[in-house]
């Protein structure tokens, strides 16, 4: 075996290892999915009733968020079982396998997507049932999916590399609660962001939650003439945008979440 392909193969092995765990564990894949269901819930007949979309229903406007949503959430699993196999020694055990050191997230991270793709059937099911449209071609709404997914991929080695840094369950799930809910609130995901005032209004322009919530609309059709789009250049190329998040998202992170991988493992 080539040292190009072990990465590949023994990542797959992982992967099949943490999807048969997810199955043994169905909470994990249950709280993936029941808390974005509760956001749609809430949002489309509490909020909903008094939020006002120009030109729009709010619950098709709402539906392309709680997607997003959904991925942050479903990627966050990806930090949360790293650190609870590293209090329970797991990754010593791979040490002392013949395997390359990057296959461990690389199985994680796969895992994870597989997870990820569960969730968005489920959600899309819920928000058909609650009222949402998809006014794109079968295409395009094939490409908004890839697109969440290819997000869900690269936010996992995020979420990765920050528990890998924290260590601990606890510590993790702190720190991503607070950073996970400002990003979701300040942006437009469940609101016309240019309603905020002035600072936050360009935080929300500028937040890559609004542009993949923005590109998810596009490629849906959940969109309106009548809804003002603001100028900054995110909003107005939220799908090339996007890519080039997911870019940047994986050249910084795979790398930096391997090294610490490394450094936990041999430490």
Known sequence: MTSLTMPIVDGWTIARRNTLKIRRSPDLLGAAIMFPIVFVLMFAYVFGSVIDIPGMSYKEFLIPGIFVQAVIIGAQTTGYTLTLDLQKGIYDRFRSLPMAPSAVLIGQTVSDLLMNLSSLVVMAAMGLVVGWRVHSSPGEAVLGFGLLLLFA???????????????????????????????????????????????????????????????????????????????????????????????????????????????????
Request: aromatic residues 12%.
């Open 153 to 267: 991929y690269a936010f996992s080695w995020v979420t990765a590399t920050v528990a890998l840094a924290l260590r601990t369950p606890e510590s993790f799930n702190n720190v991503a609660t607070m950073v996970s809910f400002p990003l979701m609130f300040i942006s437009n995901a469940y609101l016309d962001s240019s309603k905020l005032p002035t600072p936050l209004r360009v935080i929300a322009e500028w937040n890559p939650i609004s542009t993949f919530t923005q590109a998810a609309r596009e490629l849906f059709g959940n969109t309106s003439s009548a809804l003002r789009t603001s100028d900054a250049w995110p909003m107005q190329h939220a799908i090339p945008a996007s890519l080039l998040w997911i870019v940047v998202l994986l050249v910084v992170f795979v790398p930096l979440a391997t090294r610490l991988y490394k450094k936990t493992v041999s430490a």
